[in-house]
T-cell receptor, first 110, second 114 residues
């Protein structure tokens, strides 16, 4: 399983765009990149998943460069309610043993 | 609301007691997972079921831990002779068959062993 590296914490202000980058130098050909969000005392919630280039949904965008050794989760116009821990995971889509790192603790300030 | 439910949400027990947690997955999901999460860390994989078969177990799952999914629907996780180090959030997730599907997590059961 590819190891991921993310910043431990980030601060932002309401209305700003937030970009969280994840490094995964050893990503394998069959690996997908998945991001989860977790609020205190809740289970992680799926945000977005991608394999290459760009993926966008109603919540976020995921940018993956051609070499796939990193990825960037982009949250547009964050609000206070986006304060959470964000996890980047890399693995085969069929892999059942998901490895979460410590994640990035995002704090959105008013 | 992801549709995965867990019971109880909180459990306080004394060291040496046995505890059992229940997870009800999303009804059409045949895959079920248990994770443990300690403060400040991401979830750690414990075990995985496909229908009623327990197919994978982490080395974290000591002999005091046992999980079942007898009818391929709900699952239970039992911890025998609890230790203070077992204090954590226990998360359950489910997933449907087929590629492209992600895991959907329940709210977790927070265990405190005194």
């Amino acid at each position: 399983l590819a190891k991921t590296t993310q910043p431990i914490s980030m601060d932002s202000y309401e209305g700003q765009e937030v970009n969280i980058t994840c490094s995964h130098n050893n990503i394998a050909t069959n690996d997908y990149i998945t991001w989860y969000q977790q609020f205190p005392s809740q289970g992680p919630r799926f945000i977005i998943q991608g394999y290459k280039t760009k993926v966008t949904n109603e919540v976020a965008s995921l940018f993956i460069p051609a070499d796939r050794k990193s990825s960037t989760l982009s949250l547009p116009r964050v609000s206070l309610s986006d304060t959470a821990v964000y996890y980047c995971l890399v693995g085969d889509i069929g892999n059942n043993d998901m490895r979460f790192g410590a994640g990035t603790r995002l704090t959105v300030k008013p | 609301d992801t549709g995965v439910s867990q019971d109880p949400r909180h459990k306080i027990t004394k060291r040496g007691q046995n505890v059992t947690f229940r997870c009800d997955p999303i009804s059409e999901h045949n895959r079920l997972y248990w994770y443990r999460q300690t403060l400040g860390q991401g979830p750690e994989f414990l075990t995985y079921f496909q229908n009623e078969a327990q197919l994978e177990k982490s080395r974290l799952l000591s002999d005091r831990f046992s999980a079942e999914r007898p009818k391929g629907s709900f699952s239970t996780l039992e911890i025998q002779r609890t230790e203070q180090g077992d204090s954590a959030m226990y998360l359950c997730a489910s997933r449907s068959q087929g590629g492209g599907e992600t895991q959907y997590f329940g709210p977790g059961t927070r265990l405190l062993v005194l």
